[in-house]
């Protein structure tokens, strides 16, 4: 958290920010660079975009890519656009703000109580497909690392590949297919399947308020959780280092 359907959220909130004129950039160190960012000051923003996980607003100085972390919130003219992550921090407190951007009207500021966002001028950015993409690129992109040995779960969270999948959109995305998240790469047998049920379940998830709404979110994840699908209890364990929620019966 927030995957890529969260920085969706995120941009769309930010778009009320274009035309606007940036009056003053503050940034914690651990966060971004402070001189860099400093340039923006007196900028005036041209557009607001999304590539995966990233929220991209284009000044006449230079684009700012915004990137939360695992805790982070945007808020645009003191209102949340997401009032709560499903990890993340239950209240808004002033001493969370890691980069505040203040404009001749308005605000926008990034709440991050763990302070792994990151906030950057003018970044390269090596990202694949967006997870929002047309189901053919999409296909295109699993086809191009369709020999890959490593775990299904661990290429589908690779930024390089689909950028905006995080781990909840993952499981999901399995669960939905019917494929086991350990299942190597280049052993997974329909990847048009796959690029489907991408393309198909990241906008219903979208509509429904994020990645966690899903049959395997929050409230699935720990304890007594059961397959929508078959009602056999939901395993817990660990892929590509995440943990990792599948049911043994349909996922194979
Ligand atoms: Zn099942």
Known sequence: MPEGLEAEI???AAHQVIGRRITSVVVDPLCGDGDLLGRLVSADVRAVSRH???VLVDTTRGRLDLHF???GRLIVDGSAAIQQLEYGAR???PVWDRLVVSFDRGEMRVSDPR???RHRLDPELDLGVDLLAPVDQIADALQGVSRRRGPVKGVLLDQRVI????NLCVDEVLFHTGVAPSTPMCEVADLNRLAEVIATTMPAMLVAGG????????GHRDGDGRCALDGTPLVRSMVAGRATVSCPTHQR
């Open 115 to 117: 302070r792994f966002s």
């Open 211 to 218: 990645s966690h709404t899903g049959d395997t979110g929050p």
């Open 52 to 54: 995966g996980k990233h």
């Open 10 to 12: 995120y941009a769309r």
């Open 69 to 71: 972390g695992m805790t």
């Open 91 to 93: 209240r808004d407190d």
């Open 163 to 166: 950028a905006g999948l995080g």
